[in-house]
């Protein structure tokens, strides 16, 4: 096997055993994998983005795996639902005072400590090639939205600090917090 392929299949290995790790006691806090990680998602999502179809695009799952999964943490009390500020007929999730609280018990928090011992060097290093992965997995599934983050975001048109920024696909003004959230509609700047 060409040392490339060696390099590429030892990264691989190593992102899913980083997940494993993530997971390995998951179940000791209530919660699935999948639930796990829709609580994590919907406290990252912007508020465009907090959707089952939003959830469905970055769990790559169907809808009603995402439908499902979503039911069962507003079930727990940790999602509410209501009508979307934009279009009536859509459903927007948001996180519950219940739901933040235990996300500060979130399994992955141990891998975060672990890549935190990285110099940044590194963390910029190995997000910018795992954001590459990423792009290329999302092209061999030819997705038709890709997740990212509204800062290296295309569509992000940066104002004055006086006018702020906004988003030019949703057309709506974007808060500074809103850009370090992840969209579905993102578009890899040029």
Known sequence: ????????????????????????NCSAGGLTQAQWIAMRYFSRANRFSRTV????????????????????LVAKGYLSRRASDRDGRSVRFDLTSLATRKLGSDPLEDVVRAVEKLTAAQQQVTAAGLRA????????????????????????????ANTGNRCRLMREALETSELEELCIRHEAKT
């Open 133 to 160: 992965a990423l792009g290329e997995l999302e092209k061999s599934r030819a997705a038709n939205e890709k997740v990212g983050i509204c800062r290296l975001c295309g569509y992000l048109e940066t104002r004055s």
């Open 53 to 72: 179809s939003g959830f469905a695009e970055f769990h790559a799952t169907t809808r009603g795996t995402a439908s499902q999964t979503i039911k069962s």
């Open 1 to 24: 096997m060409p040392a490339k392929s060696r390099n590429a299949t030892e990264v691989a290995d190593l992102v899913l055993q980083l997940g494993r790790a993530a997971y390995a």
